[in-house]
């Protein structure tokens, strides 16, 4: 069973950064996809950004492009995502989760009936 950690959130004003860490309990194998997620009050869980384990591809939501950056530490089991520039519409709960038998599809590295094991989440609040 894989289990993931996040942490890293917390309350930042407009315009600051945050990083926020996902760390896996065992070993990222090369077909690994793993994904950003979150989810404001009253809103559905969207994708934010995903990254394929084996090469490093990345993936963003339009949303966040040129603002938000993940990354991996094999070493670690930990996957990034820095978010800078960060805006109110922003705040939410960020989930990590991931798919050990990868995703082939770059479209659904942002959905999240993709993901098999999720995290328990952080909250991330944009506020002055």
């Known amino acids: 069973q894989l289990q993931l950690v996040e942490s890293g959130g917390g309350l930042v004003q407009p315009g600051g950064s945050l990083r926020l860490s996902c760390t896996a309990s065992?070993?990222?194998?090369?077909?690994?996809?793993i994904g950003w997620f979150r989810q404001a009050p009253g809103k559905e869980r969207e994708g934010v950004s995903g990254?394929?384990?084996?090469?490093?591809?990345?993936f963003y939501a339009d949303s966040v492009k040129g603002r938000f950056t993940i990354s991996r530490d094999y070493a670690k089991n930990t996957v990034y995502l820095q978010m800078n520039s960060l805006k109110p519409e922003d705040t939410a709960v960020y989930y990590c989760?991931?798919?050990?038998?990868?995703?082939?599809?770059?479209?659904?590295?942002?959905?999240?009936?993709?993901?098999?094991?999720w995290g328990q989440g952080t909250q991330v609040t944009v506020s002055s």
């Open positions: 065992r070993f990222f194998g090369e077909n690994y996809a």
């Open positions: 990254i394929r384990s084996g090469d490093g591809s990345t």
């Open positions: 989760a991931a798919q050990v038998f990868g995703i082939f599809s770059p479209r659904n590295y942002l959905s999240s009936n993709q993901y098999d094991y």
